[in-house]
């Protein structure tokens, strides 16, 4: 190869080596519903972004994708799909892309989707400068914000679980990768609607700002948004409170701040059509309004 390439199997990045592309294949041969590679050129190399291939849905051969630059918009890229029967033929591709350095003929692909710099990307940032001033989160944010496209195609199987997958919007990758990155760093739990009082317990742990509060204070039978409610007025009286992260999600969403910060991210959110809610003001009845019954 003239310039080295890098496969990510979401896992680890390697140098694109035959050992590295073969263990690829056997582990989609072993997992086919989660195991997936993304191909990422270096630096130099400007007519592809990266190409990803993992199984075909049923199982029968592959599925690829290659990302490109839009034509005369530098910032936005055009994502285009194909099947492949076989192992040889997504070989050939990367064969052609790495070695040859040239595009296959993209008439016989089907557009996937198309991405770029969302316009809300400073409003993006601030809001999660707003919520945490945790270095690492706020790196992994901007990256996501940044190459949206790149980060879809590494977290395909996740947002797989989504019911509006494929049909997502620039935006709703943007806005879902920002939950995802507070969920994962312990920012964001998801409450069950109809979840016990083991639930509650558990995600009051399970919030890294929350602060100790006396459980006995609970009410064991009261409905799930009862309890949360209770649970706001608890830490209330040190300063802190509750809100709701609008995403696809069958329970609750909540994250800890002042209620100062969370006016201030609520407008932000606003600014690019999505929605966070104090939970004080989430309607009295257990039902939330904001997800998916």
Excluded at 30 to 49: K, R, S, Y
Excluded at 187 to 209: M, P, S, T
Aim: charged residues 30%; glycine residues 6%.
């Amino acid at each position: 190869m003239k310039k080295q390439w890098m496969l990510d199997n979401g896992f680890e990045t390697q140098a694109l080596r035959e050992d590295v592309l073969r263990q690829s294949f056997e582990e989609m041969e072993g997992d086919e519903e989660t195991a997936f590679a993304v191909i990422i050129p270096p630096e130099e190399i400007t007519f592809c972004n990266f190409m990803q291939f993992t199984r075909s849905d049923d199982g029968d051969g592959y599925y690829a994708e290659i990302s490109v630059p839009k034509e005369n918009e530098e910032e936005r890229s055009l994502v285009y799909g194909k099947d492949f029967p076989d192992e040889e033929g997504i070989r050939e591709l990367i064969a052609l892309l790495c070695e040859k350095e040239e595009l296959p003929d993209l008439s016989g692909w089907s557009l996937s989707g198309e991405f770029g710099p969302s316009l809300y990307a400073d409003s993006y940032r601030e809001l999660i400068r707003t919520l945490t001033d945790d270095e690492a989160i706020i790196r992994e944010a901007d990256e996501l914000i940044d190459e949206p496209d790149l980060y879809f195609e590494r977290h395909t199987n996740r947002n797989e679980l989504r019911f509006f997958f494929p049909d997502i919007s620039l935006d709703e990758v943007i806005w879902l990768g920002l939950f995802d990155v507070l969920f994962d760093h312990g920012l964001i739990h998801v409450f069950q609607r109809h979840g016990d009082i083991i639930d509650l317990y558990e995600g009051i742990y399970a919030l890294k700002k929350l602060p100790q509060i006396d459980k006995s204070r609970f009410d064991e039978f009261a409905p799930v948004l009862t309890r949360l409610k209770m649970l706001d007025e608890m830490i209330s009286e040190q300063g802190l409170k509750l809100a709701v992260f609008d995403c696809d999600s069958y329970g609750y969403p909540v994250f800890v701040s002042t209620a100062e910060k969370i006016a201030e991210a609520a407008s932000l959110a606003s600014e690019s059509g999505h929605t966070l809610i104090a939970l004080k003001d989430m309607p009295d009845e257990d039902v939330n309004p904001y997800t998916r019954d």
